[in-house]
């Protein structure tokens, strides 16, 4: 019984983050065939544990001989063994019942610090790291086969004077601009995000951000440019904006490096949109 109930407990929280559309904030939206494969397959797996729950006499096991309790539990004779089992299956349940999701937003970015090109801060996996402003997806290849994906790119936006940055290529064309920095100056562009003003006493530094995901939220990161107001200009922190500008390259002095940046033309004020992820296609 107990394993219908975490099975089926499994369903209903894959449901309700499929209908809530906060599954999104936990994996890439291109993989979200997976998510509904393996709700389908918790469900039929529920089903089956329960037919079987009621074959054996709907749950009167105290009738059983204890040997044969100890052979239907597959080795896991001992109480703590079941128990330690049982805990480790309900954990997704569990998590994702009890934690909120929230929407990032610039103080995630102080609380983790701001570093480029990417921290060395581990979530949890000694293969990913948080990523800042470029998005690197050359870890998921070798080299040719990375180096063949950027050049297919580079065709499909090379020929552009003007790059309309969407929700849907906004992390291949961020990518691609941090790649070859000096094959996007002059050209334009127009995208939209989230104003990220840095710390630093001397000078203030305008980022226009959106939080990414690559493949799920472990290799999560915040990308953008940094972007040149129009004179007199003042946002705030969290504002969101529309911009269209000209790509340039500049030496950013807590970088100790050069680094594409946006002189701004046009900025207008927009509300936040509903799903403020934007995520990596392949």
Not at 11 to 33: A, C, P, T, W
Not at 40 to 57: R, T
Not at 64 to 86: C, N
Request: hydrophobic share 35%; net charge negative; charged share 25%.
């Amino acid at each position: 019984m107990i394993r219908f109930l975490i099975l089926s407990g499994y369903f209903e929280l894959m449901m309700y983050l499929q209908v809530s559309g906060k599954l999104d904030q936990y994996i890439n939206v291109h993989y979200r065939y997976l998510a509904i494969l393996s709700m389908i397959l918790s469900a039929l797996l529920a089903l089956v544990q329960l037919y079987l729950w009621v074959k054996d006499g709907k749950g009167n096991s105290h009738e059983k001989d204890p040997e044969q309790l100890h052979d239907h539990e597959h080795g896991l004779s001992k109480p703590y063994q079941r128990v330690i089992a049982y805990v480790l299956l309900a954990l997704p349940v569990i998590v994702g019942t009890l934690f909120p999701t929230v929407s990032l937003d610039t103080t995630i970015v102080e609380a983790k610090g701001f570093n480029f090109p990417v921290s060395k801060e581990s979530v949890g996996d000694p293969e990913m790291q948080t990523q800042y402003l470029k998005p690197d997806t050359s870890i998921y290849f070798n080299k040719s086969d990375y180096l063949d994906q950027m050049n297919e790119l580079k065709e499909k936006y090379g020929d552009k004077q003007t790059i309309k940055i969407t929700d849907e290529n906004y992390l291949e064309v961020m990518e691609l601009i941090y790649n070859y920095p000096s094959e996007f100056i002059g050209k334009n562009v127009s995208y939209e995000g989230f104003v990220y003003r840095t710390p630093e006493k001397e000078k203030e530094d305008i980022f226009l951000f959106r939080f990414g995901i690559i493949h799920c939220v472990a290799d999560s990161g915040v990308f953008g440019l940094l972007t040149h107001l129009p004179e007199g200009m003042t946002v705030k922190n969290d504002e969101w904006y529309k911009i269209e500008g000209t790509i340039q390259s500049d030496y950013y002095q807590p970088f100790k490096r050069e680094i594409p940046t946006v002189v701004v033309t046009k900025a207008v004020k927009i509300e936040a949109p509903k799903n403020q992820y934007v995520y990596r296609s392949f």
